[in-house]
């Protein structure tokens, strides 16, 4: 069985790579297998997280989660492309399907991660670190306001981020196939491939995609972001009528009761 195991991908038993191919493999394997997928699906089913009371309470765990993971897929690519250098073989564009996609995944990391640099302002009635409340004069902002800047964003990095995610399938097979894995790298990378697409799929049927507009500012219709539909595919947006928005926001790490004295 176990030699089955090992013989099943290109003889895998008996071919060996160099150490910088291998830890290529490894980093590229963490940063678009392990940490972009989870970036995608904390981005897009967990604007709202368990127990939230939203929308009296506001959780900016997505998207501190999804920017930190995104850091780490670059910072691994980085890692994995010194691995490439330290074999000594040329970067040569057209060497293989598997570099040139490589090669335009590499340009997507880098619309995403410097694109995000310029998604525009927050705006909104209460400040997005601090949650104190802000007068009406300072609520205008990029975000809030759904300016042209912030909606050519959202179509971008939703689009680039999407492409991105099914490129990654081709990218880790590929490469897997040209280094000769061991029948164990295939069936671990498929099985938290099933996983992370069955996750998808149960959270997408429970309408756990939740418009970001109103994850973050409530069930207020007077707000400019109720003027158009949510920017992308499978949104759930509350549909209204809506109750009374309350004033007071504040963030879901305070919800805890205060301890006696």
């Not at 089913?45 to 780490?72: S, V």
């Not at 410097?114 to 990029?142: A, K, M, N, Q």
């Not at 149960?202 to 309408?207: D, R, S, V």
């Amino acid at each position: 069985m176990m030699n089955w195991l090992l013989d099943l991908f290109n003889e895998a038993a008996t071919h060996s790579v160099s150490t910088g191919i291998v830890w290529h493999g490894c980093f590229m394997v963490l940063a678009w297998a392990v940490f972009m997928p989870v970036a995608f699906v904390v981005a897009r089913f967990y604007k709202i997280t368990p127990g939230q009371d939203w929308p009296r309470t506001i959780n900016n765990f997505w998207f501190r989660n999804h920017r930190w993971l995104g850091y780490a897929a670059g910072i691994a690519t980085a890692v994995a492309m010194a691995g490439i250098f330290w074999t000594g073989e040329p970067l040569i564009l057209w060497r293989s399907y598997h570099a040139l996609t490589g090669w335009v995944l590499i340009a997507l990391a880098l619309l995403l991660i410097v694109g995000s640099l310029f998604r525009g302002t927050h705006g909104g009635p209460y400040h997005p670190r601090t949650f104190e409340p802000l007068p009406p004069e300072l609520w205008p902002g990029d975000h809030f306001s759904l300016t042209q800047r912030r909606i050519l964003f959202e179509y971008s990095h939703k689009n680039a981020g999407y492409v991105v995610v099914l490129l990654t399938f081709w990218q880790v097979a590929s490469g897997l196939q040209d280094a000769g894995a061991a029948s164990w790298i295939w069936l671990t990378i498929g099985l938290w491939t099933l996983i992370v697409a069955a996750a998808f799929v149960k959270l997408q049927l429970a309408g756990k995609c939740v418009d970001t507009y109103q994850s973050i500012w409530g069930l207020n219709d007077t707000f400019p972001g109720y003027r158009r539909n949510p920017i992308g595919w499978g949104i759930t947006r509350v549909p209204g009528p809506y109750p009374v928005q309350q004033t007071a926001w504040r963030p879901a790490r305070q919800r805890q009761s205060p301890k006696p004295k």
